[in-house]
């Protein structure tokens, strides 16, 4: 296991701002320069775990260095809490906006809207709730500079290089493919067990899945797993996400959610005789509610884990940057 020290740390946040071009020149930069600081620091007779903390707390808060670096002002709100606001409005919308889509998306799918409605919906409702996100905080913070004299007074605190964070892990270790392999298996498995004894006890054979996927659906989803396996096997022994495997797992999840949708909207994923066997009169009414949750359910895990993959390659080319 590679240890980080605190020189590693910092670098790491200052880049994490810095346009993806700029970053291996000017993380080259910052360490020679932190380096030289320290050794001078060092000849002088200073401890050198001492002098790395000098010299990293008199350069202080790593994206406002970055700033510096790439001439980026930082007065939207102001100095003193405008990174404070960038970094609420970043973690509201990260939220706020896909719990939106999905929502008004699966509410207006459920009330039987066409598709062009939905979409048009759904646009409006993002771009309301962005305006708002934005104008809401501002307004927030704008007064808050203005009321509040002291960073601390409103919970901040001032920046130490306690606040530094970890490197964000890049999914490529050991743990991650191991749970990944296991997930699949276990996928593949309950799958099989559906098709072929089910889950009610009461009605044995009585799938959830459509009988008719047997055997070319299992066969296909066996094949998907076997590939997606063999993805996270070469992530692991890359070491770390890329953009090109980013891509095929892109490739992968677009594949898998549209055969899935199309499966659904032919009414061949699922079993029509599950619900209205189970529930009875109310179940062919609860299997078209539970087959638009399943397709919207399909697409957003798909999609989850897509740009999930997208960032850590994102990250971990950050992270090969760092140990050059």
């Known amino acids: 296991m590679t240890t980080t020290t605190l020189t590693d740390r910092y670098i790491d946040a200052a880049m994490r701002t810095v346009p993806e071009a700029q970053r291996p020149d000017l993380a080259a930069e910052l360490r020679g320069s932190?380096?030289?600081?320290?050794?001078?620091?060092?000849?002088?007779?200073?401890?050198?775990?001492?002098?790395?903390?000098?010299?990293?707390?008199?350069?202080?808060?790593?994206?406002?260095?970055?700033?510096?670096?790439?001439?980026?002002?930082?007065?939207?709100?102001?100095?003193?809490?405008?990174?404070?606001?960038?970094?609420?409005?970043?973690?509201?919308?990260?939220?706020?906006?896909?719990?939106?889509?999905?929502?008004?998306?699966?509410?207006?799918?459920?009330?039987?809207?066409?598709?062009?409605?939905?979409?048009?919906?759904?646009?409006?409702?993002?771009?309301?709730?962005?305006?708002?996100?934005?104008?809401?905080?501002?307004?927030?913070?704008?007064?808050?500079?203005?009321?509040?004299?002291?960073?601390?007074d409103m919970g901040f605190g001032e920046w130490s290089l306690d606040r530094l964070p970890e490197p964000r892990p890049r999914g490529a270790g050991f743990g991650d493919m191991v749970g990944q392999l296991v997930f699949l298996t276990l996928g593949v498995g309950l799958v099989l067990w559906d098709l072929s004894i089910g889950f009610v006890p009461t009605e044995r054979g009585l799938s959830f899945f459509d009988p008719g996927l047997w055997p070319i659906g299992f066969v296909a989803l066996v094949a998907f797993a076997v590939f997606d396996a063999a993805l996270t096997i070469v992530v692991y022994l890359v070491g770390r996400w890329t953009l090109a495997l980013a891509v095929v797992n892109l490739v992968m999840n677009a594949a898998f959610a549209g055969v899935a949708v199309w499966l659904l909207t032919q009414g061949s994923l699922l079993n029509p005789d599950f619900f209205p066997t189970v529930i009875g009169t109310d179940g062919d009414e609860v299997a078209g509610i539970l087959a638009v949750i399943t397709g919207f359910g399909i697409v957003a895990i798909a999609a989850w884990d897509t740009v999930d993959a997208f960032l850590k390659a994102r990250a971990g080319r950050g992270g090969a940057m760092l140990g050059r």
Request: aromatic share 8%; net charge negative; with cysteine.
């Open 34 to 152: 932190i380096d030289d600081q320290i050794d001078a620091r060092t000849a002088g007779g200073e401890d050198p775990a001492s002098a790395e903390r000098a010299v990293l707390t008199a350069l202080g808060d790593p994206e406002v260095l970055a700033a510096q670096y790439t001439d980026r002002p930082l007065q939207l709100i102001g100095p003193r809490y405008f990174l404070d606001w960038w970094r609420l409005v970043k973690l509201l919308l990260a939220i706020v906006l896909p719990c939106a889509a999905f929502g008004v998306a699966l509410g207006k799918t459920l009330s039987g809207a066409t598709f062009g409605d939905t979409v048009g919906t759904v646009a409006v409702v993002l771009l309301q709730v962005t305006v708002n996100l934005g104008f809401w905080s501002v307004l927030v913070f704008a007064i808050v500079e203005r009321t509040v004299a002291r960073r601390t």
